[in-house]
């Protein structure tokens, strides 16, 4: 409790709203990414470390290939409606994940393991830049440097709760169900989004 009042000090009034559902979207972001890293580890992990400088190599190109349709989509689109596609596309994604690991475990191989990770490796990329693109819009510089502090405490207590929540539910659930777990703190995040952008 001293470490958040410590971290809030700095923080007007009227912005305690906004900075908390902040912190609560930064949450939910690393939440599910912390979720996801045992389904990570566990698929693209298959063909064992001599692979990892492959799936490094395959992160960096989907990344730069994926980065023009990015920029495309910022330019073209209200700062809600990119972000509610950006993430629903994980969402989406995420459930095409489950539903392949739920309905044909059978279809998963290395070839599906490594695109999971590739997967991953870009949607924590692109998942944190938009967050803190909308962060950049929605505070000015001088709001920054006294509300990022506790924003940024939100996603470091996301870094520790997400791993802490999937081992509890890994082993009543499984693996797959971890997957729709993270899509739901994903749409949770979506919701904090449209909070801090509505008029």
Do not use: H
Request: glycine letters at 10%; a positive charge.
């Amino acid at each position: 409790m001293g470490r958040a009042r410590i971290a809030l000090s700095g923080v007007r009034r009227e912005e305690l709203g906004p900075v908390l559902v902040a912190a609560l979207f930064f949450f939910c972001v690393l939440t599910a990414l912390m979720l996801l890293r045992p389904a990570r580890d566990a698929l693209g992990m298959q063909r064992g470390i001599e692979g990892i400088r492959w799936l490094f190599i395959g992160t960096a190109v989907v990344t730069l290939a994926v980065n023009p349709l990015f920029g495309w989509l910022v330019a073209r689109f209200k700062r809600l409606q990119f972000i509610g596609a950006t993430y629903g596309f994980f969402v989406l994604c995420l459930a095409g994940f489950w539903a392949l690991l739920r309905f044909t475990p059978e279809a998963v191989g290395q070839t599906s393991g490594q695109v999971f990770y590739v997967w991953f490796s870009v949607f924590n990329l692109f998942a944190t830049m938009v967050f803190w693109a909308l962060m950049a819009d929605r505070f000015t510089s001088e709001q920054a440097r006294r509300c990022f502090a506790p924003v940024s405490v939100g996603g470091t207590l996301g870094a520790i709760f997400g791993p802490w929540l999937a081992s509890q539910l890994a082993r009543p659930l499984g693996t797959p169900n971890l997957l729709l777990v993270a899509g739901g703190f994903l749409l949770l995040a979506l919701s904090c989004a449209w909070w801090l952008v509505r008029p």
